[in-house]
């Protein structure tokens, strides 16, 4: 496949890529040279690869080998219909396997935003020797996440997921009107910055082989996983990690940031809050994240 596809920017590339041991097909973008140090960039929900349209040229201006999945159930990308297909693990068992089909035996850096960082913490969790640090958008670690959803307080506060665990009626509601609630709600907790128009392509790809229904799973089953069972299987990672929060997010405290300290080496955390900024920082401001993963690879 060429960057023939709806959105894509100058110096795109896409594929699909067999999963070894999987059985499942993600659909990937990637820009820069194939021989430069991997960095893997993972979106989240309700996004795809074209969520780092702004951080990409960037890294490959910069040298990088910038590889961009679609998680499987959105987009392009194969969709499971069983519920466990979407339990946190397979997430970052997917990102491994994605990295031994292309050849990648380490990225310098993987990150990852909301769902995408949930499945890069994973992939650092299970499969450390394939990161080279750890890059997290607004997503604490694992554990850390575990422990303040056992609180009725961090519940109330995400009430969202318990409309979006409902796959069928989800997949239906966010796709009308042309995607008007997907566009709405990036654009809400976006500080209002991106336009409808910029943002169409999103609900475009929640469209594709009713994406949106499944996209929808990763709540239905988190919301199946008791917080002690979660709590219990995560690991602490030992990488290098980086945090970039922005401190207007509805859902989830800034102080869950500083806390992801719990699970990794305290001594390699770096984590940088930008004021003013909600939940989609790479959408409200493009430009300073851009800047912001590029620095944090080398930090």
């Known amino acids: 496949m060429s960057g023939d596809i709806t959105g894509a920017w100058p110096g795109l590339r896409f594929r699909y890529v067999d999963l070894p041991g999987r059985g499942l097909r993600l659909h990937v973008a990637e820009q820069g040279p194939e021989d430069g140090p991997a960095v893997l960039l993972v979106h989240g929900f309700p996004e795809s690869w074209y969520s780092w349209r702004h951080v990409a040229p ?74 080279g640090r750890v890059i997290s958008m607004n997503i604490p670690h694992p554990g850390v996440f575990a422990k303040q959803w056992s609180t009725f307080r961090q519940r109330l506060k995400c009430y969202y997921f318990y409309l979006f665990a409902r796959r069928r009626f989800a997949g239906w509601l966010w796709t009308r009107w ?23 392509l999103f609900a475009d790809h929640a ?43 509805p859902a989830f405290a800034t102080e869950l940031a500083w806390r992801t300290a719990e699970h990794c080496d305290a001594a390699k955390l770096k984590v940088r809050i930008f004021p003013g900024i909600g939940h989609f920082l790479h959408l409200q401001i493009p430009t300073v994240v851009a800047q912001a993963v590029l620095d944090a690879l080398t930090d």
């Open 178 to 200: 042309n995607g008007f609630l997907i566009r709405w709600q990036l654009r809400k907790f976006a500080g209002n910055v991106p336009t409808h128009a910029e943002l169409q």
């Open 58 to 131: 960037v890294l490959a201006d910069a040298g990088h080998r910038v590889i961009m999945p679609s998680l499987r159930g959105y987009e392009r990308s194969d969709k499971p219909s069983a519920l466990d297909a979407y339990h946190p693990n397979e997430l970052g068992d997917d990102l491994d396997a994605l990295l031994e089909a292309l050849g990648v035996a380490q990225v310098v850096g993987a990150a990852g935003h909301d769902w995408g960082g949930i499945a890069v913490w994973y992939l650092a969790m299970r499969h450390e020797a394939r990161v």
């Open 207 to 249: 469209r594709i082989d009713h994406a949106m229904r499944f996209m929808s799973g990763y709540y239905t089953k988190l919301l199946s996983l008791d917080p002690k069972e979660m709590l219990r299987e995560v690991r602490d990672v030992s990488v290098p990690v980086r945090v970039l929060w922005g401190d207007q997010d």
